[in-house]
T-cell receptor, first 116, second 111 residues
Framework: GAVVSQHPSRVICKSGTSVKIECRSLDFQATTMFWYRQFPKQSLMLMAT?????????EQGVEKDKFLINHASLTLSTLTVTSAHPEDSSFYIC????????????FGPGTRLTVL | GENVEQHPSTLSVQEGDSAVIKCTYS??????FPWYKQELGKGPQLIID?????GEKKDQRIAVTLNKTAKHFSLHITETQPEDSAVYFC??????????FGKGMKLTVNP
């Protein structure tokens, strides 16, 4: 149980284009989803927290107009990297929780984004 | 806000040895402490967690201890195997708030 999937697993795009990454909870309803970014040999950095049906809460320093997050249903959240640049190349990981009183999160397999 | 420190950053052991990873946290209100294993190119996988109302938890070869007074918690892996090689992250959170991660430790288990 508690399986989270991401699609695509890896994507290569040209600078200036937009890329959408999907995060799905497969066997539970995720009241909260989180988006992280991880650079090589570094820890996970939280980008934003989203609750179904409401606007995402972005961490300090994360541009909300560049990283668009939509959490339209209890099983799907999307992250769109707009006007991607090479410095946006990273490993993007989502996680989901079903709102227990403790913040137990289940992580997806990640999406490797390479911007040329 | 919460700050989580993790050490060592790398550890190399022989197969069959034990490995210990230590983390400290700063906010005494933190009450949830998960440990994640991340293999290369994959997402983190929860391997064990502990909540502030217990001091120790064990699951087969893995155990976690929590010292609330000292604000530190540790992961113990016994009888290590090559497939235990990965990066391990500790994290801490206050009820219903975001996880704060340590910087990770790369464990290498040599056959």
């Amino acid at each position: 149980g508690a399986v989270v999937s991401q699609h695509p697993s890896r994507v290569i795009c040209k600078s200036g284009t937009s890329v959408k990454i999907e995060c799905r909870s497969l066997d539970f309803q995720a009241t909260t989803m989180f988006w992280y970014r991880q650079f090589p040999k570094q820890s996970l950095m939280l980008m934003a927290t989203s609750n179904e049906g409401s606007k995402a809460t972005y961490e300090q320093g994360v541009e909300k107009d560049k990283f668009l997050i939509n959490h339209a249903s209890l099983t799907l959240s999307t992250l769109t990297v707009t006007s991607a640049h090479p410095e946006d190349s990273s490993f993007y990981i989502c996680s989901a929780s079903y709102g227990s009183s403790y913040n137990e999160q289940f992580f997806g397999p990640g999406t490797r984004l390479t911007v040329l | 806000g919460e700050n989580v420190e993790q050490h060592p950053s790398t550890l190399s052991v022989q197969e069959g040895d034990s490995a210990v990873i230590k983390c400290t946290y700063s906010d005494s209100a933190s009450n949830y402490f998960p440990w994640y294993k991340q293999e290369l190119g994959k997402g983190p996988q929860l391997i064990i967690d502990i909540r502030s109302n217990v001091g120790e938890k064990k699951d087969q070869r893995i155990a976690v201890t929590l010292n609330k007074t000292a604000k530190h918690f540790s992961l113990h892996i016994t009888e290590t195997q090559p497939e235990d090689s990965a990066v391990y992250f500790c994290a801490a959170s206050i009820r219903s708030e975001k996880l704060v991660f340590g910087k990770g430790m790369k464990l290498t288990v040599n056959p």
